[in-house]
């Protein structure tokens, strides 16, 4: 999973020994589970010593919880971007949602098994890094939310929808419709999805 931004040198270096590490666990925890995935298997599968592993991460369990914040926040910088792109083109707010989703579907179908793993946490209460994976959950909502504010607050929106319960379910929907694409409608292209979503943030599933 690339980084948004490098530093030179040894920053430099020791971001690209981190995305390896991460691209190794976010697999193979996908693969065979959080339990059972060893820290030599992710040093092994990164091509680095078990020493480097631990040069990086205290520990496995603070592995996976950088591993979460630096997925879930290329996810909302890509989010974040759509919506401005669309504001820098002059176009509306719905505009905006329709550009998330569509950047949305291209994280998911870059990063699948990162998505899988953050989707299946999502519902487990248990983890140590439950609060930091609400955190950065919220974060990525957020985005969708002041989209949405944005909205009600020009009319393009009712005053009367539910902001935080709306930008979740559209983040929700993008998240199931995506995997759910990719494991059982493999066929269908990006585009097939997000056009598919489009109608549906746009009210035009009625025939009218």
């Known amino acids: 999973m690339e980084s948004s931004s490098t530093t030179s040198g040894g920053g430099t270096r020791r971001e690209a020994t981190r995305q390896k590490l991460y691209e190794a666990a976010v697999t193979l925890i996908a693969e065979q589970g959080f339990s059972a995935t060893t820290v030599d ?7 680095v010593a078990k020493g480097t592993v631990y040069y990086n991460f205290a520990s496995k369990s603070v592995l996976f919880e950088e591993l979460l914040r630096h997925g879930v926040g290329l996810l909302t910088a890509s989010l974040r971007e759509a919506a401005e792109k669309t504001a820098r083109d002059g176009g509306s707010k719905v505009d905006a949602l329709d550009a998330m989703i569509r950047a949305g579907l291209v994280f998911i179908d870059r990063y699948p098994a990162f998505t899988q793993l953050y989707v299946a946490e ?3 209460t248990n983890r140590a890094w439950q609060s930091t994976l609400m955190v950065v959950r919220q974060q990525a909502v957020a985005v969708v939310e002041d989209v949405l ?4 607050h020009n009319g393009e929106f009712s005053d009367e929808i539910d902001v935080p319960l709306t930008a979740s379910a559209l983040v929700g929907m993008v998240l199931v419709a995506a995997l759910d694409w990719q494991s059982f409608q493999p066929e269908r292209s990006l585009d097939d999805v997000h056009a598919a979503l489009s109608r549906l943030l746009q009210g035009r599933v009625s025939g009218r």
Not at 41 to 47: C, L, M, S, T, V
Not at 149 to 152: D, F, I, L
């Open 41 to 47: 298997e992710i040093a092994e599968r990164a091509g």
């Open 149 to 152: 504010r944005e909205g009600v």
């Open 122 to 124: 999502l519902w487990r």
